[in-house]
């Protein structure tokens, strides 16, 4: 029997809770509602996709034939370096943390996260280190040491325009914002829970949330201490990094992968959590294999701060430590297995429906694969000899990336679109905007992999003209070219859908889980009551009694 | 409840930063370029008298959560007190150090002993600042009469953060004023 | 993919190290795609014959299948376990320890160009790299300033240069013949134009051109040859080149003992001709923009008395 349960009140009313719509813009700089500060996040991180797509683009300009004069060497060094950090902690970084802000309070029916004003706090301090790692360019030089920066190339002897310390300091705010998020997460997810929500009852995409949260405390006070000792070393004439008077090269490079490599999966994991929750709805049926999802998750983490030194097999490390780190980084990819036959297994029997939510997460399967096993590739420590930092590697990022995260998130926002705005997206422009980007991607990309093993390194602002150099470069910009042209598409569907989209009702998937059953948009205060929770469906078992899985054996819910 | 959760996530996350650094000065330690002769002007004793007093500290601050859980206001200012001020002194007695080091020229440019000494008591240092403004609103908030009733976690939570620092404070002294001594004595 | 197998590439492997990385390359990719087309094929299927239509009931809701969860987890375990089992012994025969060995040759990158130093002989030369066919060889890799990466796709694997280390590649060439390759490591404004050329001979020929790399430059004959390396010592080119026999003595920038005999100038960059010098010394960093030589200005008729000494030395 469902009766509904109350949502108790915050003890202390909520900070700035009062919205006054009359104030416009300023009600947004002040806000501490976690779904406006989730919105922020999301146009913030969709604001640096079009900067450093732009960036790309013009990289992709100078690359389309043999010794082109377009860009010079260090316009070209500034632009892929700045390509890269805007994409990793600009654009991924902020939309994972924009989806998880949004959603977490309501699939968990809270009404706040634990600590908002610190929430809006954490938003704006990586806002600001945007801005100030932008300002660079006019400051005299954008960074130009690529975005994993490597000693002793960041050293003032080698870069003395100022861009690398805009690098650290704005990447040490955003770090201290991305910080203060994840452990604002793991605090809602741990004590807001609404009355009867166990854990076995979460989400996958709260539980992969709340693994991220774990991931983000342990990586990032890592990059931040590297970070800081650069700093130090660029302004105080310290030797952390100076391998002139006494410093390690290689010191660098453990501290920035150890954070480095975790990153990459700070990235996937939520985009793992949203393909899991689209996938359900569309296909009609719950997860297959929770308990493995979710366990593949704990997996994925505990492995991601075992393989860092896969990004200095070629450092001369000697054979004893490549093999210890060649086997967790291929172990990785048992886990990572787990979620991808579980995704086809929740396919499987399923009445499915290709929405273009669904097209992206049924596309992140095979470009994921793709990536994943280019991943494993580099693990096979020989072959790493061979193509590490070439446009294999490239091809590799890309592909885990834009096909896994990347293909994730828009997933993701295709399918919440109408609850956060109460708008409709057009699906058959979102079909344009899929085929063109998927297919602009793959040319792009795919081209890669054969540069790479054609011996084209990366980070090269142009090549000879050896035999295929030209021709696939060629390719891959048109491909490049392609996706900026879906990327117009993709921003006038979003206009239209503003403007003068359908209006949405509720719940117009028929989702699982709590936020459906809100209005859409959610008003200020998300609930103010909540069916009780008695499987990781609550959602679907209030709407679907007759089916519910509130009726289930423990065994039957979750397949053990 | 809710605060002491965040603050044993965000020690956590400052322990690995921590870690962190002190992997860098370990590093060091173990390469040429350590300059042994800085490690002589380090003030041993002085130092390690500073460090009881932090350590002290600690004691002071548990004596201030069992007044606070027992009601007793007054003794909860008292040790309250107490705590910053042996945090004062211990800021002061770092101070000291460094002045006395900057008279001798030992900077931070002076080679990567140099180098990693400052940063790790520097960052440490900077903790207990952080730690002693913590302090000072709760003994101010002790004076408004925030922390009457004994169910408040937020006393408890500073007190995470405190201990934290000194524990920090003991790993640095011995990795920064003992370690060196035995793993480089050309 | 097939492009690959016809021009240059890693599989195009001239020496043991580079036929035994090709092997497990092969094996790799027979297993991903073996992998790939499961994922694509369960997923062609899937969405084939599950695609749902307006209007149908909701389908079997059934949660997961312990067989299913054991049989994804088990297969892959044993392709790693295999793969690992495989990387580890190609790593051994790759590459093994040193021992202390002495090197035949001591490579050693600077921004932006290659240093190679014969170790016992008096023979360094720049950016053309002559190695010795059918013998097994050890090289040692170094940096002067920032870290490079040395690698050449037909030889197989790299290795990274880094300023205070000393890493060691061994190699096996087994076909004469010119391989290209290129610094790996992003180094500054110039790693695109830091490229390499191997010159595979024969062992007689290989000594033959060692022996020819000890002598000292020839001296000039023409009066313009002369007047340009009078000229060269007067300027501070000696700073950072050497050219042995003459007190030119630096180590900035390339050895040019034997410049005139290399085919190409800058490090791949462009063929080793008058006119391409010329350009070089009027105006450096408008033909190699960030390289660590300045500009100097010099009148026409110097730099083609130091084009005339230059071309000299064979
Ligand atoms: C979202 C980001 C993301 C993800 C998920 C991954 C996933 C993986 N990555 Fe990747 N990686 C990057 C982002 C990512 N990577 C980036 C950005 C770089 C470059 C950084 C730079 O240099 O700039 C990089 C570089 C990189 C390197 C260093 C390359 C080099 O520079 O030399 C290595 C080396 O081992 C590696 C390995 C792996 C592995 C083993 C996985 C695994 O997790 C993959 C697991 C997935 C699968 C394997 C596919 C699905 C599995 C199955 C279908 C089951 C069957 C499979 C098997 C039996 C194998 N990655
Ligand atoms: C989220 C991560 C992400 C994303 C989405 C992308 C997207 C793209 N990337 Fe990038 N890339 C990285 C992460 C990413 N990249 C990283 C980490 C590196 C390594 C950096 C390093 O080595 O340090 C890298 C490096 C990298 C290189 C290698 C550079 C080198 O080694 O020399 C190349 C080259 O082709 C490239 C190309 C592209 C292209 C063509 C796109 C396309 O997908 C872009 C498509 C275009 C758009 C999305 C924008 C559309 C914009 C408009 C239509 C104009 C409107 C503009 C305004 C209003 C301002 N990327
Ligand atoms: Cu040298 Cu790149
Ligand atoms: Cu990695």
Redesign the interface.
Known sequence: MITDVTIPEPQAPLPGAGVNSSQGLLQWISSVDHKQIGILYLLMSLFYLLVGGALALLMRVQLMAPENQFLGPEAYNQLFTMHGTTMIFFVLTPAILGFSVYLTPLMIGANEMAFPRLNAFSFWIAFFGGLLLYFSFLAGGAPNAGWFNYAPLNQMQYSSQPGIDYYCIGLLLAGIGTVGTGANLIVTIISLRSHGFKYRYLPIFVWMVFINGFLILAAFPSLNAALVMLLIDRQLDGHFFNTASGGSALLWQHLFWLFGHPEVYIVVLPPFGIISEVIQVYSRKPIFGYPFVVGSGFAIALLAFGVWVHHMFATGMGNTMNSFFAASSMLIGIPTGVKIFNWLGTMWGGSIRFTTAMLFATSFLVEFTIGGLSGISFAIVPIDWQLTDTYYVVAHLHYVFLGGSLFGLLSGLFYWFPKMTGRMLNEKLGRWFFWLFVIGFNLTFFMQHILGVIGMPRRVYTFPNLPGFGLLNLISSLGAFLMGVSMLVFLYLLYEALRRGKRASDNPWDGYTFEWLTTSPPQLKNFDTLPPVFSFRPLHDLNHPEIGDHKKSTDDKYGT | MESKLMMKLVVGSEAIFFLALMMGFVYFAYFPGFDPKSLALLDLTKTGAFTVLLLASSFTFWRAEISHRNGQIGSLKGWLAATVGLGVIFLFGQGMEYNHLLVNQLVVSKGTFATGFFTLTGFHGLHVFIGLIMLAVVLYLTFLGDFDRPQSSVISAVGIYWHFVDIVWVIVFTLVYILPHVVNMK | ?L??LL?????SSASSE?S??TT??LY?IIA?VG??LT??G??IY??VK????PG???????????V??GV??TI??LL?GG??Y???S???T????ADGLKPEVVIRGHQFWWEAQYAGKNAVVANEIHLPVGRRILMH?EAA???H?W?V?EL?????A????T??LWVTIRKPGVY??????????????M?IRVVAQPEAEYQQWVRERQQNAVTPTTASAVAGAAFFNRETCGTCHRIRGTVANGNVGPDLTHFASRQTMLS?MMPNTRENLRRWLQDPQAVK??AKMPRFIYSKDSINVLVDYLTTLK
């Open positions: 993919m492009l690959s021009i240059p590439s890693i599989f580079a035994e990385i497990l390359t790799f991903s992998i790939l994922v694509i369960l997923l899937v969405s599950f695609r749902g239509k149908d009931p909701e389908p079997r809701q059934f949660t997961g299948n312990k299913v969860e994804m987890i892959p375990t790693v793969f690992f495989l990387t580890l190609t790593m051994q790759v590459l093994p320890p890799i300033d920032v870290i990466d690698w796709p197989g694997a790299k290795m990274d880094i300023p205070g280390r890493n060691h290209e390759g290129a610094c790996s490591e992003f180094c500054g404004a110039q790693h695109a134009w490229r791949g923009p960030g």
